[in-house]
């Protein structure tokens, strides 16, 4: 029954017009870079970025640029853009009380909701990858690349690293996509769900700047977003992010079930 209410919930969603908007601003963000960095005569990405130096050698590296930049400018704010409508606009439109009253119980539909909004950030972030990869191919070719630890590889296995970091920046984003979905339940307004998905971002971020943090920085979110650099040899670990991502998204997402299963249907 999960699945039938999953699929329910997809086919709502690609016929929202958020959900487009999302998708076409992950196209245009990752062409942007590419034709940048093409048309730019001099200079490349910023040096604490992974193998920035060979941005014009190599298509695995502009795709990483996108990951750097999107942590601070646009990440919580597209991941969130529908999970925290996905239960939100089911108060909007006073269609949440029919849905609550039909056969499939409250821990279906709200499964199914919370499989749907991971489904979006998979398919966001697969969408980025996608027109990096295919854009950076076209501008600068797949040729082998050096990385951080000196040691080189063939331009294939630098693509599959780079598939690989996408998936290790999947992690936090499904963090983000979780928040979004309990502040969605818990607010039942969208705007204050995707605001309040960039806050908590925010707060992590300052939480993360602040000294003497010690043994627990690597634990704090901004440094999940950053473990897909040890794949090119850097800081960071992805086995740890995956722990620490799941505990995170769990958390508002049993706090967001913990609500809607006690939803007064009548008072809706």
């Known amino acids: 029954m999960i699945w039938g209410a999953y ?22 963000y990752a062409l942007a870079f590419v034709v940048t960095l093409r048309l ?10 992974p193998l920035s130096g060979q941005v014009k050698q190599t298509a695995a590296v502009l795709p990483l640029a ?14 969130s853009l ?22 499939a119980g409250r821990a279906t539909i709200y499964a199914a909701k919370a499989l749907a909004s991971a489904t979006y950030a998979v398919a966001l972030v697969g969408v ?4 990096a990869l295919v854009g950076s191919t076209i ?3 797949i040729h082998p690349a050096r990385l951080e630890n000196g040691r080189v590889v063939g331009g294939t296995h630098a693509v599959g690293l780079t598939i690989g970091a996408y998936g290790a920046y999947l992690l936090p984003v499904l963090v983000l996509a979780a928040v979004a979905l309990f502040l969605s339940t818990a607010t039942r307004n969208a705007p204050a769900a995707i605001i309040g998905t960039v806050f908590v971002s925010l707060l992590f971020q300052g939480v993360a700047a602040l000294p003497g943090l010690g043994g ?10 950053t473990a897909w650099e040890s794949l090119f040899g850097g800081a960071g ?3 740890r992010a995956a722990l620490v991502c799941a505990v995170y998204a769990a958390i508002p997402t049993v706090a967001g079930w913990l609500i809607f299963r006690r939803r007064d249907i009548a008072g809706l």
């Open 237 to 239: 670990s992805i086995p």
């Open 216 to 225: 627990a920085k690597p634990y704090l979110l901004p440094d999940q977003f």
């Open 66 to 79: 996108l990951l750097a930049f999107a942590t601070f400018f646009g990440a919580p704010i597209v991941a």
């Open 40 to 49: 730019k005569s001099k200079g490349g990405l910023p040096p604490d970025i």
């Open 128 to 131: 980025l990858l996608l027109t």
């Open 7 to 28: 699929r329910w919930e997809l086919r709502k969603l690609l016929r929202q017009k958020r959900t487009l908007a999302a998708a076409a601003a992950a196209v245009l």
């Open 139 to 141: 501008a600068f070719g």
């Open 82 to 103: 529908v999970p925290g409508d996905i239960v939100a606009s089911e108060d909007t439109n006073n269609t949440l009380k029919m849905i609550l009253t039909r056969s």
